[in-house]
């Protein structure tokens, strides 16, 4: 690792830890000019289009990246960056924890990355679950998932036992998961009452679709057959390109359908309202990132368009 490398990884990590720290734009700046030295795809882009570093005067000069391209792949393979970590601890403490304590976590992420692409290692929900699960979750954490299917006699054995003990849990699933957990329990007409400071994380990979639909009946069925309510739980958005994911901020009564950027993370749209992401922690990837996600910029965050 060059020296100024690290120089501005330590930055940019103390940063998220700490938003009187620095500057955001000197920050931005400084991502930008490496990002620019190293590769020399990105800096012909910004050649075609007139950008160098010393040409910006804040992040929005920044030219973006469309999510699909090489470019946009966050380059970590095997365990994640130091900055992808201190995203995770930082969001995930902020929106999706609130009070718990070592929460016992039910994860019912897909383990397996349909087609992967070898040349493009990223990290996935699997490696940031794994992380979260680690460092935030109790002992009786559990992971119910085989590839792309939940073990549903596993995860039904999960929530009997923490019914018993009246525990709070974590539930991080994603819609297609947490909809296989949902119709296992009606063919069972089984219903658990889980406690009332449980919480479900829905994470949500769209990179690739244009529509964040509210699943209002998905989320009924949660409140009906696992007691948990909508208040308790935390849409995130973010797929691989992504470093760090957004989350609604419902844990203290924000909107539902509005995702919160943390101060690391700046936020806007392009021409046809494509969500437009400028990530410090993203620095093995692209800084500006051009999502395919279209809908609005608010005061409190990004409202997706939903079906």
């Not at 910006?56 to 792949?73: C, K, L, N, Q």
């Not at 999706?96 to 019912?108: A, G, K, T």
């Not at 964040?212 to 948990?228: F, K, M």
């Not at 093995?284 to 409190?300: C, D, F, K, N, S």
């Amino acid at each position: 690792m060059s020296e100024a490398r690290e120089r501005l990884l330590s930055s940019i990590a103390k940063y998220i830890g700490d938003p009187d720290s620095h500057e955001f734009d000197e920050l931005a700046r400084r991502a930008f000019a490496f990002q620019h030295q190293r590769s020399s795809r990105f800096r012909e882009a910004c050649r075609l289009r007139g950008v160098d570093p010393n040409s910006i005067d804040s992040w929005i000069d920044v030219p973006t990246v469309e999510a699909e391209s090489r470019e946009s792949a966050s380059r970590v393979a095997g365990d994640l960056s130091v900055l992808q970590r201190a995203a995770l601890d930082s969001t995930w403490t902020t929106f999706c924890l609130d009070q718990l304590v070592q929460p016992p976590i039910l994860s019912l992420l897909p383990n397996e990355v349909p087609e992967p692409d070898p040349t493009q290692p990223c990290p996935n929900h699997d490696s940031r679950l794994a992380y979260i699960a680690e460092r935030w979750g109790g002992s009786d954490s559990l992971v119910a998932i085989e590839g792309q299917k939940i073990n549903t006699r596993l995860a039904r054995g999960f929530l009997a036992a923490r019914q018993r003990d009246g525990e709070p849990i974590l539930i991080a699933a994603t819609p297609t998961t947490l909809d296989q957990l949902i119709e296992s329990l009606q063919r069972l007409d089984l219903r658990f009452r889980m406690s009332s400071a449980s919480i479900v994380v829905e994470l949500d990979d769209s990179n690739k679709t244009e529509e964040i639909p509210y699943r209002g009946e998905l989320y009924d069925s949660i409140e009906t057959y696992l007691a948990i309510p909508s208040s308790r739980l935390v849409r995130g958005l973010g797929g691989e390109a992504l470093a760090t994911q957004l989350f609604t901020d419902v844990l203290t009564g924000g909107d539902t359908a509005v995702f919160v950027a943390p101060h690391w993370v700046r936020l806007s749209t392009g021409e046809r309202g494509n969500l437009r992401v400028f990530d410090l922690a993203n620095l093995e990837g692209a800084l500006h990132l051009e999502t395919t996600i279209r809908g609005t910029i608010e005061a409190q965050g990004f409202r997706p368009l939903e079906r």
